[in-house]
């Protein structure tokens, strides 16, 4: 006879079977019931016990429906609220609906539970309508938990209107999201292009709060300026900061900041202006803002002014980027002496010159047309530790080949290859110019070729010269060659190089061909220029050909309104109707 151990040891596995019953509500006296039969397990911790045919299935027959396949599922027997989650999980996904467990679910659907199904779930959209299931039908009352993972999850999903439902219910609940998930949800609403929804909700948020601190705020303008919003930034700005905040530093340096890439340099300075009276200090980087603007906008004595005032304030120290900015002012003004006497400011400093520093002096030396200078300062950044960029190698061939040593140039476009470093569009323009007004076509050509195989998006600027070079050669065969290259490459001709083609088949007497370019021209909305049209107009009528220069001519003047601010699309049928005299 078998006996029962009334002590189990601890090893030793037990179930316990709690069954539930729900009035089926059918026939009030059929004495019909569901039963559902939920396993609770405890066990030593190593003990797993495979659950999924007892699990989904099991609760869906026994509330009356047919079993439903469940692909099996390792369940740990310690943790119950586990495989109840997975339950819940499992029968929404498969029906989207739970009413036929309305009465239990309601019972034991906990807020913390209803927040692992979500979880689970793992997909915003389904995450969002089992909220709203779990919230209307089962009357869970969730916590601001689930609502904070619900607000991140549909603003990463691109659903800002979904978002906002939810910040509705949220706050009908009475809750409110803490400064981190407004902040993610205003901004992710400005990234999406809906500033008008992030106003919305921060207007909801004012009715009940008091005020924010600026860090919702600043990265809301951060995300404006970044868009090229400034305008929207600075309306909010002027709405919100005083009653509903207290901006800080950093606010005025986002909104300076995108003042001064916008062009608009004296706002940036009248925020400048009002941060003391906002309690606010500038800090350097405000300061080098502003610089970099002024310098941008061709100011640079203004910029150096705001140099000096750094340096008259103790609590302020320019740092690189403030006698950088300075010295690449001067720089693009040709002003070598000031940019070089910055430079000696900031070595005397203590300060050490970074590669943009380098760069900045190199490339005004070379356009100045001081190579040694400009190679003196390539060999001290080499000697500072700094590598040498594509913008280093650019500003040097540059130099090189406005001064005439076009050799030198090729020389270093060599080392620029044998460093692995990549030419950019610019590079290859600088060169191929350069060779075209040397009469070196050839070579030209073969940089075509490179430009080819390299991960240069090809642009019509870099085709033009060599098109030119080759049709006053009188080669407009491999002219035109080189136009069929630029089109397979995807690469639209312009109208320099319809220009060109127009006047290199005029001279060469191929009236026929000049047309068919002008034709071209009109048929992909390229608008010709007045020069374009003189000159054709011009060799028609020295060719003998006076009916066609009058049509292009009322063309010209009438259809394509020549001389008006914007010409807009040409119409395509006018550019069948030119007759060719062959």
């Not at 396993?39 to 003990?47: G, I, K, M, Q, S």
Request: proline share 4%; aromatic share 8%; with cysteine.
């Amino acid at each position: 006879m078998k006996i029962h151990d009334p002590n189990p040891k601890p090893s030793q596995t037990q179930f316990l079977i709690e069954n539930v019953y729900e009035s089926r509500r059918v026939v009030p006296d059929d004495g019909m019931a569901v039963q559902m039969s939920l396993l609770f397990f405890t066990a030593r911790p190593t003990f797993w016990t495979r659950a999924s045919k007892i699990a989904a299935s099991h609760l869906h027959t026994l509330a009356g429906a047919r079993p439903r396949p469940e692909r099996e599922v390792l369940l740990n027997p310690l943790n119950p609220e586990a495989w109840f989650v997975k339950v819940v999980y499992t029968l929404f996904l498969r029906s989207h609906s739970l009413d036929s467990y309305v009465g239990y679910l309601s019972k034991n659907l906990t807020p913390s539970l209803a927040f692992e199904v979500i979880k689970r779930l793992n997909n915003p959209k389904l995450g969002l309508r089992f909220f709203e299931l779990s919230k209307f039908s089962l009357n869970v009352n969730h916590g601001v938990w689930t609502y904070h993972y619900l607000l991140r999850s549909l603003c990463q999903m691109g659903l800002q209107d979904s978002a906002k439902l939810v910040f509705d219910y949220m706050r009908t609940d009475g809750l409110s999201p803490n400064e981190s998930v407004l902040e993610f949800l205003v901004s992710s609403c400005a990234q999406m292009g809906r500033s008008d929804l992030a106003e919305k909700i921060l207007d909801e948020v004012h009715c009940s709060v008091v005020g924010l601190s600026s860090f919702v705020y600043n990265n809301l303008f951060n995300v404006l300026v970044k868009l090229n919003q400034v305008d929207e930034a600075v309306c909010l700005f002027r709405k919100y900061v005083g009653s509903h905040c207290c901006p800080d530093s950093w606010t005025f340096n986002i909104l300076i900041r995108g003042l001064c890439r916008t062009g608009a340099v004296d706002k940036g300075l009248e925020f400048f202006s009002d941060m003391r009276s906002f309690g606010c200090s500038p800090n350097v980087v405000t300061y080098n803002t502003l610089i970099s603007g002024l310098c941008g906008a061709h100011e640079v004595d203004r910029g150096c002014d705001l140099l000096r005032e750094v340096q008259s304030r103790s609590e302020l120290s320019p740092d690189v980027i403030t006698f950088t900015s300075v010295i690449s002012g001067y720089c693009k003004l040709s002003r070598m002496e000031e940019a070089s006497a910055i430079f000696d400011e900031m070595i005397g400093c203590g300060l050490k010159p970074t590669a943009v520093t380098f760069n900045a002096l190199i490339d005004g030396y070379g356009k100045a047309g001081d190579m040694s200078s400009a190679f003196s300062l390539y060999e001290s950044m080499l000697f500072h530790g700094h590598c040498a960029d594509v913008i280093t190698f650019t500003s040097l061939i540059d130099g090189y080949c406005r001064a005439g040593h076009l050799n030198h140039g090729l020389q270093l476009w060599h080392e620029m290859n044998a460093k692995y470093v990549s030419p950019s569009a610019y590079t290859f323009s600088v060169l191929i110019n350069a060779l075209c007004k040397g009469n070196r076509l050839c070579e030209a050509r073969d940089l075509l070729r490179e430009l080819k195989g390299s991960n240069v998006v090809p642009k019509s600027f870099l085709y033009n010269p060599v098109i030119d070079g080759l049709c006053k050669a009188g080669n407009i065969d491999e002219a035109n060659l080189i136009v069929a290259e630029m089109e397979e490459k995807k690469c639209t001709p312009d109208r320099v190089t319809f220009t060109i083609l127009i006047l290199g088949n005029s001279m060469k007497g191929r009236m026929s061909e000049a047309i068919g370019n002008f034709s071209k021209m009109l048929s992909i909305g390229c608008s010709p220029d007045k020069i374009t049209i003189d000159s054709l107009i011009s060799c028609l009528a020295k060719a003998g050909m006076p009916s066609e220069a009058r049509r292009i001519k009322k063309i010209a003047y009438e259809d394509l309104n020549m001389g008006a601010p914007s010409m807009g699309r040409p119409p395509h049928l006018r550019a069948n109707e030119i007759p060719v005299a062959v």
